[in-house]
């Protein structure tokens, strides 16, 4: 196990690797402890977007082969996990703000993010159609102030998805997010 603080070049060669990322972010979900076969199931899930109960053998083979052998003794060996081969057992070791900013946070939160700009990008499009076609009391005058409307909207939704995905976030005027 490595006793110095990692440079920022070994933290990127570790996490080059979606397992290890996966695996670091699999044990932060656990409170830094777990035994082989979960995170074995959990990483293979992850990797073929499948709930864990319809991971397959082979899909679950593959994965512990890789962790087994491969990732788990590089992360160990970095000092960022203990592993215990015999056991099957792995525990994050206690730095692990450290690696916070490399990890995959989109495997945290599955929202479905896209939905809301389709929305106003196709109440937009409708918008201009209208106005393009002069229908009912939307006429071509009126497109900049549709559109500005629609911008407004997009950057407001922008912020409220950044602000909701970032718990940490001190806001002006002594609001919380």
Same mark, same amino acid.
């Given at each position: 196990?490595?006793?110095?603080? =990692?440079?920022?070049?070994? #933290?990127?060669?570790?996490?080059?690797? $979606?397992?290890?990322?996966?695996?670091?972010?699999?044990?932060?979900?656990?409170? @830094?402890?777990?035994?082989?076969?979960?995170?074995?199931?959990?990483?293979?899930?992850?990797?073929?977007?499948?709930?864990?109960?319809?991971?397959?053998?082979?899909?679950?083979?593959?994965?512990?082969?890789?962790?087994?052998?491969?990732? #788990?003794?590089? !992360?160990?060996?970095?000092?960022?996990?203990?592993? %215990?081969?015999?056991?099957?057992?792995? %525990?994050? =070791?206690?730095?692990?703000?450290?690696?916070?900013?490399?990890?995959?946070?989109? #495997?945290? %939160?599955?929202?479905?993010?896209?939905?809301?700009?389709?929305?106003?990008? +196709?109440? @937009?499009? *409708? @918008? #201009? &159609?209208?106005?393009?076609?002069?229908? @009912?009391?939307?006429? +071509?005058? +009126?497109?900049?102030?549709? +559109?500005?409307?629609?911008?407004? !909207? &997009? =950057? $407001? *939704?922008?912020?409220?998805?950044?602000?909701?995905?970032?718990?940490? !976030?001190? !806001?002006? *005027?002594?609001?919380?997010?």
């Amino acid at each position: 196990m490595s006793e110095h603080e =990692l440079t920022q070049a070994e #933290l990127f060669d570790v996490f080059s690797n $979606a397992r290890r990322r996966r695996t670091v972010q699999y044990l932060k979900r656990q409170g @830094g402890a777990c035994d082989l076969a979960p995170l074995v199931e959990q990483v293979a899930a992850w990797e073929n977007d499948v709930d864990p109960d319809e991971v397959t053998r082979t899909q679950r083979r593959r994965v512990y082969i890789s962790l087994y052998q491969t990732h #788990l003794p590089m !992360l160990e060996e970095h000092g960022i996990v203990d592993w %215990d081969p015999d056991d099957h057992t792995i %525990d994050l =070791l206690p730095h692990e703000d450290v690696f916070d900013p490399y990890l995959d946070h989109r #495997l945290e %939160d599955q929202r479905e993010w896209h939905r809301p700009y389709v929305t106003v990008t +196709a109440l @937009g499009v *409708l @918008g #201009l &159609v209208i106005s393009w076609l002069s229908i @009912g009391p939307l006429t +071509a005058a +009126a497109a900049p102030v549709v +559109a500005l409307t629609l911008c407004l !909207l &997009v =950057l $407001a *939704l922008a912020v409220v998805q950044h602000v909701s995905r970032r718990p940490d !976030l001190e !806001l002006p *005027l002594g609001l919380t997010s």
